[in-house]
T-cell receptor, first 113, second 112 residues
Framework: NAGVIQTPRHKVTGKGQEATLWCEPI?????VFWYRQTIVQGLEFLTY????????DSGMPKERFSAQMPNQSHSTLKIQSTQPQDSAVYLC???????????FGKGTRLTVV | QQQVRQSPQSLTVWEGGTTVLTCSYE??????FPWYQQFPGEGPALLIS?????DKKEDGRFTTFFNKREKKLSLHIIDSQPGDSATYFC???????????FGQGTSLSVVP
């Protein structure tokens, strides 16, 4: 079991460009979560899916952020018109069911210059 | 209030000593409390967790205590080792919400 796989591990984008982050959850896990980690804000919830359906996106900045889960083996987080304040580590996590243990990937460090 | 407060922000202990980290929360619907350990460049890794029906859970050198009345939990690491140097996060979840709410983290340094 390779765990939750996130690609790329590092991404540098210019201000105003689009960034797409990829996540492959643990096989068989039905819930997929996205978090953002910064020094100032800590670990912030963004959104989650259950059986590929979006359930709660209350943490997502509405205008430029979007997440999808087109199939059970991957999810994407897309940030349009990236801004320097979007620089953070974006973490994907999965769990077998909604209220079971949550396993995190290594994260994607996004730097917006 | 869906908020978890964690202290201290940073901590240095001698090798072989006992580390104690604490967290508090407001939301009485929280019923699951995991602790995560994170090394630089890695994602958080589940260390130990406790349900609100328990008051103590032990796993090797790591023990977590839960006090429902005071809405507090703690993580004790006995015989702390330099390899334990990492950032530790407490978290909380209510069964109805499913998302984890994290504390701000404690940066632990264990010096030989």
């Amino acid at each position: 079991n390779a765990g939750v796989i996130q690609t790329p591990r590092h991404k540098v984008t210019g201000k105003g460009q689009e960034a797409t982050l990829w996540c492959e959850p643990i096989s068989g896990h039905s819930a997929v979560f996205w978090y953002r980690q910064t020094i100032v804000q800590g670990l912030e919830f963004l959104t989650y899916f259950r059986n590929q359906a979006p359930i709660d996106d209350s943490g997502m900045p509405k205008e430029r952020f979007s997440a999808q889960m087109p199939n059970q083996s991957h999810s994407t987080l897309k940030i349009q018109s990236t801004q320097p304040q979007d620089s953070a580590v974006y973490l994907c996590a999965s769990s077998l069911f909604l209220n079971t243990e949550v396993f995190f990937g290594k994260g994607t460090r996004l730097t917006v210059v | 209030q869906q908020q978890v407060r964690q202290s201290p922000q940073s901590l240095t202990v001698w090798e072989g000593g006992t580390t104690v980290l604490t967290c508090s929360y407001e939301d009485s619907t929280f019923n699951y409390f995991p602790w995560y350990q994170q090394f630089p460049g890695e994602g958080p890794a589940l260390l130990i967790s406790i349900l609100s029906v328990s008051d103590k859970k032990e796993d090797g050198r790591f023990t977590t205590f839960f006090n429902k009345r005071e809405k507090k939990l703690s993580l004790h690491i006995i015989d702390s080792q330099p390899g334990d140097s990492a950032t530790y996060f407490c978290a909380a979840r209510a069964s109805s919400f499913s998302k984890l709410v994290f504390g701000q983290g404690t940066s632990l340094s264990v010096v030989p």
